[in-house]
């Protein structure tokens, strides 16, 4: 009896430290632009991210030309025009979740964090911060953060005569879930 104890105890413990790391491929990413003029959204679900919740890693990837637009042409001038998505195919997020430890990961809870790394887009990379929550459900947990991208702090310009269609400031939201691998 005993030695059936100590062999569940040791699967559950490999099972727990396998339950380390939480990664997609379905992440969602969106945007929104709003000006007087034209508001503008566009939405990606095939975002990649890992999380590693022992150390607080955390990887973003986001495939430009996956970027969906209501209008045929908006996304055909993202790509072209503003992002040049042949030569900048992916933007990407290398950080940490600050305060990792706030968040349990055998509970199931939404857990507010801090998020800080190197945010790379349009070639151009810069340190970025922002807040977000953690939300564990599960051996899943969903990733939610909202913040602003000035796109002229990433080389990316606005020809004048789209200047008053496209905000300075663009509101990037998060919401994507991981499941344990």
């Known amino acids: 009896m005993k030695k059936i104890v100590i062999a569940l105890v040791m699967i559950g413990a490999a099972q727990l430290a396998q339950a380390q790391k939480y990664m997609t491929r379905t992440g969602k990413v969106s945007f929104f632009s709003a000006t007087k003029i034209e ?18 890693d955390l990887v973003f990837q986001i495939p430009i030309k996956s970027f969906k637009f209501e209008k045929a042409l908006m996304q055909e001038h993202f790509n072209e025009n503003y992002m040049e998505s042949d030569k900048f195919p992916k933007s990407e997020f290398k950080g940490k979740v600050d305060n990792i430890n706030a968040v349990n990961f055998s509970k199931d809870g939404t857990y507010p964090v801090t998020v800080s790394g190197n945010m790379t887009i349009h070639g151009v990379t810069k340190k970025v911060q ?3 929550t953690v939300k564990v459900a599960g051996k899943s947990v969903t990733l939610n953060s909202q913040f602003n991208v000035k796109p002229a702090d990433y080389g990316i310009k606005i020809p004048s005569v789209a200047a008053g269609k496209i905000a300075s400031s663009i509101q990037v939201t998060v919401a994507s879930t991981l499941k344990a691998i």
């Open 130 to 132: 922002t807040k977000g």
């Open 39 to 56: 508001n503008i959204e566009a939405f990606n679900n095939e975002s990649a991210a890992i999380l590693d919740s022992k150390s607080g």
